[in-house]
C-alpha cells in the first residue's frame, strides 16, 4: 500500500511539472497566430507592410475530453492607411492557425472613410 502512494504521488508531481499556465501557452502560441492573421490581412488590405497587434487571447478549452486545446487570439492589422480585425484560431503546440475576417470589407471600407 506505501509503494502505491508513493507511485501515485510522483505521477501526479510529473504531470504537475509539465504542465504550463494558460497564460504562458497563450504567450508561446502567439507570434503564429499573429502571423496568420498578419499574412491574411496583407492580401485583404493589399499592402505587403502591413503589421499585426494582439488587442484581446483566450484560452478556448476542448470540446469534448481530450480534445484539442486552442488560443483564440483578436488581432489588428493596419498598414498603407487601411486596418481590419482578424481572429486567429491556433492549436495549442502546433504550427496551426487560421485567421478569420470578423466583418468583411466593412471594417476596411468604414476605417478608410468610406460608407
Not at 40 to 64: D, H, K
Not at 84 to 98: D, H, L, P
Amino acid at each position: 500500500m506505501n509503494t502505491f502512494r508513493i507511485m501515485w504521488a510522483f505521477v501526479a508531481l510529473a504531470s504537475v511539472a509539465g504542465c504550463q499556465s494558460q497564460s504562458q501557452m497563450l504567450a508561446d502560441e502567439q507570434t503564429v497566430a499573429i502571423q496568420a492573421a498578419v499574412r491574411r490581412g496583407q492580401f485583404e488590405l493589399a499592402c505587403p507592410n502591413a503589421t499585426g497587434t494582439v488587442l484581446s487571447s483566450n484560452f478556448l478549452q476542448p470540446v469534448l475530453y481530450g480534445g484539442l486545446e486552442r488560443a483564440e487570439y483578436t488581432i489588428g492589422v493596419a498598414g498603407c492607411g487601411k486596418r481590419a480585425v482578424y481572429v486567429s484560431v491556433c492549436q495549442v503546440g502546433s504550427v496551426a492557425c487560421f485567421a478569420a475576417g470578423t466583418s468583411g470589407g466593412d471594417v476596411i471600407s468604414r476605417f478608410q472613410g468610406g460608407g
